[in-house]
């Protein structure tokens, strides 16, 4: 995985390279654009109840966003 920061200090995009196998986790509306053949996978990472106490008590997304 390569990650190179553009834009800093304000408005920073990370233009992130993935290897074959690599993925790579995201919050809900993180994703700028991606290449053609990166999939896209939205699910409930850990559980029904890691994520509910995820979305309560941390702020954050119930669901996690991958891509690969």
């Known amino acids: 995985m390569q ?14 390279t993935l290897a074959p196998q690599e993925r790579i986790r995201a919050d809900s509306g993180a994703m700028v654009s991606h290449s053609a053949g990166v999939q896209v996978e939205t699910k409930a990472e850990g559980g029904l109840l890691k994520s509910l106490g995820r979305a309560m008590l941390g702020g954050e997304s119930f669901f996690q966003n991958f891509w690969q």
């Open 3 to 16: 990650i190179d920061l553009q834009f800093r200090p304000s408005y920073s995009l990370a233009v992130v």
